[in-house]
């Protein structure tokens, strides 16, 4: 869908591993940024009374996720600089995991969505944190729970062929300059150079 998927860099990890108030905070830097799909379709089928809910529905819900990370490409694609990174609350390879976590069947529409939509290749990953866990209205996950969403996440951007590098375990600040960092690495002297 675009010429240029290097620009595009994907954060990942189980839930409340702090990938969200790290992109947050990015975001707050002047960082374009999407949204985390799972958590916005949970609040929308909430305030319709929609039944497209982990707890309700886990395929539906499967696929008002791919549509948004769908949506949330093309805008990328659409309105970022010809040379700006785009930070993702995720990719469509979390949809995989996520439905391999429930033990549900990956449809082959959304397999070759995991193939043809690219980000760039190396993928931030958020390991599990306990000291900052914490449950709330959307992530109503146990610690275990995200413990195997990392795991599953790990697994399937490996086999859709991204390489992981890990976020440190560290306050936001920290990380958002190991972030910004490997921000400009990738664009290495010159924009577009990819010199990760």
């Not at 929609?50 to 395929?59: E, F, H, T």
């Not at 948004?68 to 995989?96: C, K, M, N, Q």
């Amino acid at each position: 869908m675009t010429p240029e998927p290097e620009r595009f860099v994907v954060i990942t990890g189980g839930p409340g591993s702090g990938k969200s108030t790290l992109i947050d905070h990015l975001h707050g830097m002047g960082y374009a940024r999407s949204v985390e799909a799972g958590r916005g379709v949970i609040q929308d089928q909430r305030a319709i009374g929609g039944s497209a809910l982990p707890w309700a529905d886990r395929a539906l819900f499967a696929e008002l996720m791919l549509c948004w990370e769908l949506r949330s490409y093309r805008t990328a694609t659409a309105t970022a600089g010809a040379t700006a990174p785009v930070l993702f609350d995720r990719g469509v390879p979390d949809i995989v995991g996520y439905l391999r976590l429930e033990g549900l069947p990956v449809p082959a529409h959304l397999h070759a969505a995991a193939r043809t939509i690219r980000y760039h290749h190396r993928v931030l990953i958020a390991p599990p944190w306990p000291e900052i866990y914490e449950q709330d209205a959307e992530r109503t996950q146990s610690y275990a729970q995200a413990e195997r969403t990392y795991a599953s996440m790990a697994d399937v951007y490996t086999a859709y062929g991204y390489e992981l590098v890990h976020l440190p375990l560290a306050p936001v600040e920290e990380r958002a300059r190991f972030v910004t960092d490997f921000l400009g690495r990738c664009r290495g002297p010159e924009a577009g150079e990819d010199r990760v």
